[in-house]
């Protein structure tokens, strides 16, 4: 809605699949920023203000920056020192908040992106509010964004037979926002408070990021993977978390849990540190935090012949898919960026250890698609 074929868009390196799949829909330049992630925990920290300013100085005709606010795992950051940087540009500002939309229940949370000054922010409302899954809204400010426009080119990727239960969803979600989210809220934030006082002694160390509904509970001292914690909390306790990665498990709290459910989960720690410690140490997987030369944008390298190659022969050539690890699903590598070796055998070394890889067609990652041309 903002930019034409051949504009450039700027974006931070984590950002979701689905903007570069609409940099190769409409043809649009992605330039990266590159995201701080901790090595300790593959928390994702979110951008850099000063580095994010020096990309935007060296792109001025870029046309809009969309930045994802607050992270997976709840980081933020001074988002409104860069949309006021970014309009002294006069570029617009694309906020993706899939995982705040429920910001603006209380004053113990990070600001809103529209709070920040953001032009376009686009929630997954069912991620953190009480709506079915699928069911997202899209907020507009000020007048740098045509709507018009933005109308039309949603008509070209949505479906025109909306669904009535998912709408219905959403007004369910925003009566509740409106008339018991402040208490919901301030409820969850307190109970989050006991569990972290009463659980600050166990094997867990318990990250609590800016966005307070997140908890990070690290499985390091226990000995434990967080893929293994994952399966022991699911089927030994019943308990059933948002993601593991190596280091630990992400638990989303919302205004759908109560008291009861954190003092479920805090039964099960305790439990966990008396019955589960192993003397194995986790080490620290370096995740690389380089990003690609760029051969091809995403769109020419997306419409290119393609051919499929062993992985170690395919360094130096040009990728023709993109390489996720799931968890953080941060594409290390998306079609035409030159893929490394650095890169390669973080992924193999990933998958050994038992973390999903997206996006590549060959499940057992002896095989990865390149450009042919
Ligand atoms: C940062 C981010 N943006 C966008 C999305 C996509 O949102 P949805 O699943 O509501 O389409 C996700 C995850 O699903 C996400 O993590």
């Known amino acids: 809605a903002l930019c034409n074929p051949k504009d450039k868009i700027i974006v931070n390196r984590d950002c979701h699949q689905s903007v570069i799949n609409s940099c190769i829909l409409a043809d649009i330049e992605p330039i990266y920023i590159l995201s701080k992630i901790d090595k300790e925990t593959n928390i994702q ?43 002294k540009h006069n570029i617009a500002v694309i906020v993706d908040e899939a995982h705040g939309a429920h910001l603006g229940l209380s004053d113990r949370l990070p600001k809103t992106a529209l709070e920040e000054g953001a032009d376009i922010v686009i929630q997954s409302t069912h991620k953190t509010l009480p709506s079915f899954t699928q069911s997202s809204m899209i907020h507009i400010k000020g007048d740098r964004v045509d709507r018009q426009r933005l109308s039309t080119m949603l008509r070209i990727i949505e479906s025109s037979s909306p669904s009535y239960i998912l709408m219905s969803s959403l007004e369910l979600a925003v009566d509740i926002y409106e008339t018991k989210g402040n208490e919901l809220m301030e409820e969850l934030l307190d109970n989050i408070e006991q569990f972290k006082e009463k659980n600050k002694n166990t094997s867990f160390d ?13 499985s390091k001292k226990l000995g434990m993977t967080g893929y293994e914690l994952e399966d022991l909390l699911r089927e030994k306790y019943n308990i059933q978390v948002e993601l593991a990665n190596y280091y630990g498990v992400l ?74 690890p799931y968890p953080p699903g941060v594409s290390l590598l998306s079609p035409g960026e030159v893929i490394t070796k650095e890169i390669i055998d973080y992924v193999i070394l990933c998958h050994k250890k038992g973390m999903n890889i997206n996006g590549i067609k060959d499940l057992n990652l002896e095989f990865i698609e390149i450009i042919s041309d």
């Open 45 to 87: 920290e979110g951008i850099d203000i000063e580095e994010s300013k020096k990309i935007i100085d060296n792109n001025l005709d870029a046309k809009a920056i969309l930045l994802t606010y607050p992270t997976y795992y709840g980081k933020t950051f001074e988002l409104k020192e860069i949309c006021d940087y970014a309009h």
């Open 206 to 218: 318990i990250y609590n990021e800016d966005d307070k509904t997140k908890l990070f509970l690290s």
């Open 251 to 324: 638990l989303i709290c919302t205004i759908g849990n109560t008291k009861e459910d954190l003092d479920k989960l805090s039964e099960a720690l305790e439990d966990m540190s008396n019955r589960y410690k192993k003397d194995s140490y986790i080490e620290c997987l370096e995740y690389p935090v380089v990003i690609p030369e760029k051969a091809l944008n995403p769109r020419e390298a997306f419409y290119k012949n393609k051919k499929s190659v062993k992985i170690y022969e395919s360094i130096g050539q040009i990728c023709a898919e993109y390489v996720i």
